[in-house]
């Protein structure tokens, strides 16, 4: 499996601090997440300073609806990750619906995943946690395991899964894993704890040992993408960027330990 950071543990720096930041850690492989500290720069300057830093580049995160201009959607930026893709050799992209405000959003999520299921550049979906299915401006198949599923085995779509939004229906991540897992192309791995999501790997509660050990085993191949949030106090405390390095660092740490035992 390829080990990798999200750009998305940032949202607050800016984007040559956010890749500075990953340059230092114990990993130069990264998911960039095209939020709103990367959205809006030219992507010829993105791929400059991803190569300044000698960062690999294994998938890309579509940016999230609200930071749309009006003349966007989701297809718009899907296809502009498929161009960034290329030029960076990664070879996934995750896209997915966050914040519904009508239904056409995620009926067009679904002819989007449909029309480009075949490009030569896997198409991600991704599951969503309970506080989305909670609220009914937000509630989608992707948070309901027996939809999604049914969904990517009717059209043969590739996912991203990630651990904490499934832990937050009180499930085991393994269960989910082994549910989806011949349509998982990337996991977004992150500890979780009592609500919290997207925590530094060994600070929450979830066998992320075992069942790191145990993708190892069934021979997983794909990205292992940390996904935290090292600038929601609530989720992680971390103040400042070294000690943001610290905790990427011992979230690569807790993955090297499983692997190496």
Partial sequence: MNISISTGA?????????????????????????????VNIPFGEIV????????IV?????????????????KFWIKQSIDLAKSLEAKIITTHITFKDDISLEEQHKKNLIEFCNSDILICTENMPKMMAEDPTMDSFLCHSSKLLNFLDEFEISMTF???H????????????????????????SDYSKGVEH????????????????????????????????????RNFVENKKQSIEALNASLQVIHNALNN
């Fill in 162 to 164: 990630d651990t904490t």
């Fill in 166 to 189: 499934w832990a937050s229906y009180d499930m085991p991540i393994s269960e989910g894993y082994n549910l989806f897992e011949s349509h998982i192309r990337n996991i977004h791995i």
């Fill in 10 to 38: 940032f949202y607050k720096y800016n984007y040559k601090e956010i890749f500075e930041i990953i340059s230092q850690t114990n990993c130069n492989e990264i998911e960039l997440c095209l939020n709103n500290a990367f």
């Fill in 48 to 55: 400059k300073e991803i190569k300044k830093n000698n960062l």
């Fill in 58 to 74: 294994h998938s890309i995160h579509t940016p999230f609806e609200f930071l749309w201009k009006p003349n966007e959607d989701e």
């Fill in 199 to 234: 925590k530094v790997l060994g600070m929450g509660n979830l066998p992320i040992v075992d069942f790191i050990q145990a993708l190892h085993k069934d021979g997983y191949k794909y990205p292992l993408t940390i996904e935290l949030d090292l600038e929601d106090k609530k």
